[in-house]
Protein backbone atom coordinates (compact mmCIF):
# COMPACT_ATOMS: atom_id res chain seq x y z
CA UNK A 1 0.00 0.00 0.00
CA UNK A 2 1.24 3.13 -0.92
CA UNK A 3 0.38 4.75 2.64
CA UNK A 4 3.26 2.35 4.00
CA UNK A 5 5.58 3.86 2.59
CA UNK A 6 7.44 7.16 4.42
CA UNK A 7 9.41 9.20 1.67
CA UNK A 8 10.25 11.83 4.52
CA UNK A 9 13.13 11.31 6.84
CA UNK A 10 12.52 12.15 10.43
CA UNK A 11 14.92 12.69 12.55
CA UNK A 12 14.64 11.87 16.47
CA UNK A 13 17.17 12.85 19.56
CA UNK A 14 19.41 9.99 20.71
CA UNK A 15 18.42 8.50 24.04
CA UNK A 16 21.55 7.77 26.90
CA UNK A 17 19.52 5.54 28.69
CA UNK A 18 17.47 2.58 28.24
CA UNK A 19 15.29 4.49 31.12
CA UNK A 20 14.12 7.05 28.79
CA UNK A 21 11.37 7.02 26.86
CA UNK A 22 9.66 8.51 23.49
CA UNK A 23 6.41 8.46 21.65
CA UNK A 24 5.76 9.65 18.46
CA UNK A 25 2.72 10.39 15.62
CA UNK A 26 3.66 9.96 12.35
CA UNK A 27 1.17 11.54 9.70
CA UNK A 28 1.40 10.48 5.78
CA UNK A 29 -1.36 12.22 3.63
CA UNK A 30 -0.96 11.87 -0.13
CA UNK A 31 -3.01 13.32 -2.62
CA UNK A 32 -3.00 12.66 -6.98
CA UNK A 33 -3.83 15.85 -8.09
CA UNK A 34 -4.88 14.31 -11.19
CA UNK A 35 -7.02 11.69 -9.60
CA UNK A 36 -10.90 12.11 -8.42
CA UNK A 37 -10.21 10.21 -4.90
CA UNK A 38 -10.03 12.81 -2.37
CA UNK A 39 -6.50 12.75 0.01
CA UNK A 40 -6.33 9.38 2.08
CA UNK A 41 -4.42 9.97 5.60
CA UNK A 42 -2.61 7.19 7.73
CA UNK A 43 -1.26 7.99 11.18
CA UNK A 44 0.85 5.44 13.19
CA UNK A 45 1.50 5.82 17.02
CA UNK A 46 5.34 4.78 18.32
CA UNK A 47 6.50 3.88 21.58
CA UNK A 48 9.80 3.57 21.80
CA UNK A 49 9.70 3.10 18.12
CA UNK A 50 7.23 0.04 18.32
CA UNK A 51 4.18 0.86 16.26
CA UNK A 52 1.52 0.63 19.10
CA UNK A 53 -1.60 2.63 16.97
CA UNK A 54 -2.34 2.56 13.63
CA UNK A 55 -5.73 5.18 11.68
CA UNK A 56 -6.97 5.13 8.33
CA UNK A 57 -9.31 7.77 7.09
CA UNK A 58 -11.06 4.53 5.52
CA UNK A 59 -12.87 3.66 8.73
CA UNK A 60 -11.67 6.72 10.88
CA UNK A 61 -11.31 4.17 13.70
CA UNK A 62 -8.10 3.97 15.85
CA UNK A 63 -6.64 0.46 15.87
CA UNK A 64 -4.40 -0.94 18.46
CA UNK A 65 -1.84 -2.68 18.11
CA UNK A 66 -0.68 -3.87 21.33
CA UNK A 67 -3.26 -5.59 23.82
CA UNK A 68 -2.02 -4.39 26.46
CA UNK A 69 -3.28 -0.47 24.70
CA UNK A 70 -6.74 -2.27 26.31
CA UNK A 71 -5.74 -0.97 30.10
CA UNK A 72 -5.97 2.35 29.17
CA UNK A 73 -9.16 4.50 30.22
CA UNK A 74 -11.49 4.31 27.11
CA UNK A 75 -12.30 7.85 26.97
CA UNK A 76 -8.34 8.38 26.35
CA UNK A 77 -9.34 6.74 22.71
CA UNK A 78 -12.41 8.42 21.99
CA UNK A 79 -10.75 11.90 22.66
CA UNK A 80 -7.42 10.83 20.56
CA UNK A 81 -9.71 9.42 18.00
CA UNK A 82 -11.34 12.87 17.96
CA UNK A 83 -7.86 14.44 17.63
CA UNK A 84 -6.88 12.40 14.86
CA UNK A 85 -10.37 13.17 12.40
CA UNK A 86 -8.98 17.11 13.58
CA UNK A 87 -5.69 16.40 12.39
CA UNK A 88 -6.93 14.03 9.12
CA UNK A 89 -8.69 17.20 8.02
CA UNK A 90 -6.68 20.00 8.77
CA UNK A 91 -3.73 17.68 6.58
CA UNK A 92 -5.94 17.41 3.91
CA UNK A 93 -7.20 20.94 3.64
CA UNK A 94 -3.20 22.11 3.42
CA UNK A 95 -1.95 19.17 1.31
CA UNK A 96 -4.65 20.48 -1.74
CA UNK A 97 -3.87 23.72 -1.16
CA UNK A 98 0.36 22.80 -1.55
CA UNK A 99 0.21 20.80 -4.20
CA UNK A 100 -0.40 23.52 -7.16
CA UNK A 101 2.06 25.79 -5.66
CA UNK A 102 4.94 23.21 -5.54
CA UNK A 103 4.18 21.72 -9.61
CA UNK A 104 3.91 17.97 -8.23
CA UNK A 105 1.12 16.62 -10.98
CA UNK A 106 1.35 12.96 -10.29
CA UNK A 107 1.11 11.92 -6.35
CA UNK A 108 1.65 14.10 -3.73
CA UNK A 109 3.16 13.06 -0.32
CA UNK A 110 2.27 15.97 3.17
CA UNK A 111 3.94 14.15 6.19
CA UNK A 112 4.22 15.27 9.96
CA UNK A 113 5.91 13.44 12.42
CA UNK A 114 4.78 14.75 16.15
CA UNK A 115 6.22 13.28 19.26
CA UNK A 116 7.68 14.11 22.96
CA UNK A 117 10.56 12.45 25.12
CA UNK A 118 11.11 11.95 29.00
CA UNK A 119 14.67 10.85 29.60
CA UNK A 120 15.70 8.95 32.56
CA UNK A 121 16.36 12.58 34.99
CA UNK A 122 12.30 12.92 34.11
CA UNK A 123 13.03 16.11 31.90
CA UNK A 124 11.11 16.00 29.17
CA UNK A 125 11.21 17.58 25.08
CA UNK A 126 9.12 17.32 21.93
CA UNK A 127 8.95 18.19 18.62
CA UNK A 128 6.47 18.74 15.60
CA UNK A 129 8.35 18.36 11.98
CA UNK A 130 6.78 18.98 8.80
CA UNK A 131 7.85 17.04 5.23
CA UNK A 132 6.36 18.12 1.87
CA UNK A 133 7.19 15.40 -1.19
CA UNK A 134 9.98 13.65 0.74
CA UNK A 135 11.62 17.02 1.97
CA UNK A 136 11.87 19.26 4.92
CA UNK A 137 9.11 22.05 4.84
CA UNK A 138 8.46 22.92 8.59
CA UNK A 139 9.41 23.02 12.07
CA UNK A 140 7.66 24.50 15.44
CA UNK A 141 10.82 26.44 16.74
CA UNK A 142 11.21 25.39 20.79
CA UNK A 143 13.67 28.32 21.61
CA UNK A 144 11.57 30.87 18.60
CA UNK A 145 8.10 29.58 19.99
CA UNK A 146 6.84 29.45 16.76
CA UNK A 147 6.51 27.42 13.52
CA UNK A 148 9.71 28.03 10.74
CA UNK A 149 10.34 27.35 7.41
CA UNK A 150 12.52 24.45 6.85
CA UNK A 151 13.51 25.57 3.15
CA UNK A 152 13.85 29.01 1.69
CA UNK A 153 10.69 28.06 -0.50
CA UNK A 154 7.70 30.76 -1.07
CA UNK A 155 5.22 28.40 0.14
CA UNK A 156 7.03 26.97 3.44
CA UNK A 157 7.45 30.88 3.91
CA UNK A 158 4.02 31.90 3.63
CA UNK A 159 2.22 29.01 5.31
CA UNK A 160 4.60 28.60 8.19
CA UNK A 161 3.78 32.91 8.36
CA UNK A 162 0.13 32.21 8.28
CA UNK A 163 0.16 29.69 10.87
CA UNK A 164 1.74 32.50 13.31
CA UNK A 165 -0.74 34.24 12.56
CA UNK A 166 -2.84 32.16 15.04
CA UNK A 167 -1.25 32.60 18.27
CA UNK A 168 -4.16 30.34 19.83
CA UNK A 169 -2.81 27.52 17.39
CA UNK A 170 -0.02 27.76 18.05
CA UNK A 171 0.15 27.55 21.86
CA UNK A 172 -2.28 24.21 21.64
CA UNK A 173 0.50 22.29 19.41
CA UNK A 174 2.73 23.27 22.16
CA UNK A 175 0.74 22.62 24.52
CA UNK A 176 0.07 19.32 22.83
CA UNK A 177 3.95 18.72 22.61
CA UNK A 178 5.22 19.51 25.54
CA UNK A 179 2.20 18.42 28.04
CA UNK A 180 -0.65 16.12 26.79
CA UNK A 181 2.03 13.87 24.85
CA UNK A 182 3.99 13.33 28.05
CA UNK A 183 0.40 12.80 30.00
CA UNK A 184 -0.33 9.68 27.42
CA UNK A 185 3.25 8.55 27.04
CA UNK A 186 3.26 8.04 31.05
CA UNK A 187 -0.35 6.71 30.53
CA UNK A 188 0.89 3.71 28.24
CA UNK A 189 4.04 3.00 29.71
CA UNK A 190 2.21 2.45 33.32
CA UNK A 191 0.17 -0.40 31.89
CA UNK A 192 2.70 -1.55 29.04
CA UNK A 193 3.49 -5.02 29.27
CA UNK A 194 6.65 -7.19 27.43
CA UNK A 195 6.64 -10.82 26.46
CA UNK A 196 10.29 -10.77 26.55
CA UNK A 197 12.54 -10.26 29.60
CA UNK A 198 14.45 -6.82 29.50
CA UNK A 199 17.35 -8.58 28.33
CA UNK A 200 17.43 -10.81 25.07
CA UNK A 201 20.50 -11.90 23.43
CA UNK A 202 21.18 -10.98 19.95
CA UNK A 203 21.05 -13.78 16.88
CA UNK A 204 23.36 -12.47 14.33
CA UNK A 205 23.80 -14.10 10.71
CA UNK A 206 26.78 -13.15 8.48
CA UNK A 207 27.75 -13.49 4.80
CA UNK A 208 29.70 -11.97 1.53
CA UNK A 209 29.24 -11.60 -1.68
CA UNK A 210 33.08 -12.09 -3.61
CA UNK A 211 34.60 -10.61 -6.84
CA UNK A 212 37.42 -11.19 -8.36
CA UNK A 213 38.85 -7.97 -6.28
CA UNK A 214 36.29 -6.70 -4.10
CA UNK A 215 34.29 -8.97 -1.08
CA UNK A 216 30.93 -7.37 -0.03
CA UNK A 217 30.62 -8.14 3.67
CA UNK A 218 26.97 -7.91 5.73
CA UNK A 219 26.09 -8.91 8.84
CA UNK A 220 22.65 -9.06 10.40
CA UNK A 221 21.95 -8.42 14.06
CA UNK A 222 18.41 -8.90 14.79
CA UNK A 223 16.17 -10.20 17.75
CA UNK A 224 18.04 -7.65 20.69
CA UNK A 225 17.12 -6.22 23.35
CA UNK A 226 17.14 -3.03 25.00
CA UNK A 227 17.77 -0.90 21.67
CA UNK A 228 22.13 0.55 22.30
CA UNK A 229 24.31 -2.11 20.52
CA UNK A 230 27.55 -2.02 18.77
CA UNK A 231 28.55 -3.90 15.66
CA UNK A 232 31.82 -3.81 13.80
CA UNK A 233 33.60 -5.97 11.22
CA UNK A 234 37.15 -6.76 12.16
CA UNK A 235 39.98 -7.92 9.66
CA UNK A 236 42.67 -11.12 10.78
CA UNK A 237 41.02 -10.83 14.32
CA UNK A 238 42.85 -7.59 15.12
CA UNK A 239 41.89 -4.92 12.76
CA UNK A 240 38.71 -2.88 12.61
CA UNK A 241 37.31 -2.52 9.21
CA UNK A 242 35.40 1.36 8.86
CA UNK A 243 31.92 0.52 7.87
CA UNK A 244 30.60 2.11 4.67
CA UNK A 245 27.26 1.21 5.09
CA UNK A 246 25.01 0.91 8.66
CA UNK A 247 21.23 1.22 8.53
CA UNK A 248 19.52 2.80 11.69
CA UNK A 249 18.55 0.37 14.14
CA UNK A 250 15.28 -0.77 13.89
CA UNK A 251 12.58 -1.96 15.56
CA UNK A 252 10.21 -4.67 15.55
CA UNK A 253 6.33 -5.28 16.29
CA UNK A 254 7.89 -7.40 19.33
CA UNK A 255 9.49 -4.68 20.90
CA UNK A 256 13.10 -6.20 19.66
CA UNK A 257 15.57 -4.31 17.22
CA UNK A 258 17.82 -5.20 14.37
CA UNK A 259 20.50 -3.60 12.53
CA UNK A 260 23.05 -4.24 9.35
CA UNK A 261 26.32 -3.14 8.73
CA UNK A 262 28.35 -3.69 5.91
CA UNK A 263 31.88 -3.42 4.43
CA UNK A 264 33.57 -3.62 1.29
CA UNK A 265 36.69 -5.06 1.46
CA UNK A 266 39.70 -5.94 -0.65
CA UNK A 267 39.17 -10.06 -2.10
CA UNK A 268 42.86 -11.14 -0.43
CA UNK A 269 43.89 -14.86 -0.01
CA UNK A 270 44.54 -15.99 3.80
CA UNK A 271 42.76 -12.61 5.29
CA UNK A 272 39.64 -13.31 7.75
CA UNK A 273 36.60 -11.71 8.80
CA UNK A 274 34.34 -11.61 11.64
CA UNK A 275 31.62 -9.74 13.11
CA UNK A 276 32.06 -8.38 16.53
CA UNK A 277 28.80 -7.78 18.71
CA UNK A 278 28.61 -5.86 22.14
CA UNK A 279 25.25 -5.43 23.74
CA UNK A 280 24.15 -5.35 27.28
CA UNK A 281 22.70 -8.92 27.43
CA UNK A 282 25.79 -10.32 26.69
CA UNK A 283 29.02 -11.03 28.79
CA UNK A 284 31.71 -10.74 26.46
CA UNK A 285 31.65 -9.73 22.60
CA UNK A 286 29.75 -12.16 20.64
CA UNK A 287 31.98 -13.12 17.26
CA UNK A 288 30.87 -14.59 14.29
CA UNK A 289 33.55 -15.03 11.66
CA UNK A 290 32.93 -15.23 8.13
CA UNK A 291 32.64 -18.68 6.43
CA UNK A 292 31.99 -20.72 9.59
Not at 33 to 49: A, E, H, N, R, Y
Not at 243 to 255: A, K, W
Not at 275 to 287: A, G, P, Q
Request: proline share 6%; net charge negative; charged share 25%.
Amino acid sequence: AVLSVLHFQFYSPVFPSTDSHRLNYCFTTIWSPKGSTPPQTQIIGFLDDVPILKYINSDRKLQHLADWLGKVDPRHWEDLEEIAKYYERRHQHTIQRLSPSQNYTDLYVYQVKFGCWIYEDNSTGGEEEFGAHGRDFIFLDNEKRKFMASVDEAAALALAKEWNRRPNSVRRQFDYKDTACVQWMQNYLDVKTDDFPKNVRPEVKVWGRSSERKTRLHCLVYGFHPRPVDVKWVRNGEDDVPSDEMSPILPHPDGTYQIRVSVEVPTIEGDTYSCHVEHSSLEDVFTVKLGK
